[in-house]
């Protein structure tokens, strides 16, 4: 997993953001967490978890 910070010049905000990872299969990624879903976006598979979001994944 990766996390970038953004800082925007203007404001002076920083932002930063968490990434997710990236996976051929999810099916044991979705099983390490009983409150992982598994939905589907814009064509791509993606899993979710709003109680851990450690666990997000994306397929690709």
């Known amino acids: 997993m ?3 910070v953004f ?5 002076g905000l920083m932002m930063l953001v ?4 990236i ?4 099916r044991a990624l979705k099983i ?8 589907r976006r814009r064509g791509r598979v993606y ?3 709003k109680i ?3 666990f997000k994944a994306c397929q690709g």
């Open 2 to 4: 990766f996390s970038l």
């Open 7 to 11: 800082k925007f010049p203007a404001t």
């Open 18 to 21: 968490i990434g997710m990872k």
């Open 23 to 26: 996976k051929n299969s999810l």
């Open 32 to 39: 390490r967490h009983r409150d992982n879903r598994m939905v």
């Open 47 to 49: 899993i979710i978890n």
């Open 52 to 54: 851990a979001p450690r």
